[in-house]
């Protein structure tokens, strides 16, 4: 199971840190990825983590604005996100998949979701 937190409420320029918990197995195998999904939008790919090979991706609006990184001691995924705007505004979902290399953060390669958790930017 995953479970995703860290959401809320901020102004514009602010920042969060979301949180991706895992449990019943280890990430030490997976690829995690962030994905979200803005009201009418398809969900797409924020950014991803190859524990396989520590490959990166990050989507380009968000590219110098949100880091992800992971404490595989504690089998967590964070996601950073600093200079918010009011596009992203979302649901966030962490996502898993094992023995997933490279930079790929498509949502079909993902099998394992965990539930949403808001983040609302005002202007």
């Known amino acids: 199971q995953l479970q995703a937190s860290g959401g809320g409420l901020v102004q514009a320029g602010g920042s969060l840190r979301l949180s991706c918990a895992a449990s019943?197995?280890?990430?030490?195998?997976?690829?995690i990825g962030w994905f979200r999904q803005a009201p009418g939008k398809e969900r797409e790919g924020v950014s991803c983590?190859?524990?396989?090979?520590?490959?990166?991706y990050y989507g380009e609006s968000v590219k110098g604005r949100f880091t992800i990184s992971s404490e595989a001691a504690k089998n967590m995924v964070y996601l950073q996100m600093n200079s918010l705007e009011p596009e992203d505004t979302a649901v966030y979902y962490c996502?898993?998949?094992?023995?997933?290399?490279?930079?790929?953060?498509?949502?079909?390669?993902?099998?394992?979701w965990g539930q949403g958790t808001l983040v609302t930017v005002s202007s």
């Open positions: 996502a898993a998949e094992w023995d997933l290399w490279g930079s790929a953060c498509s949502r079909n390669l993902f099998s394992s």
């Open positions: 019943g197995f280890r990430f030490d195998d997976y690829a």
């Open positions: 983590i190859s524990s396989r090979d520590g490959s990166t």
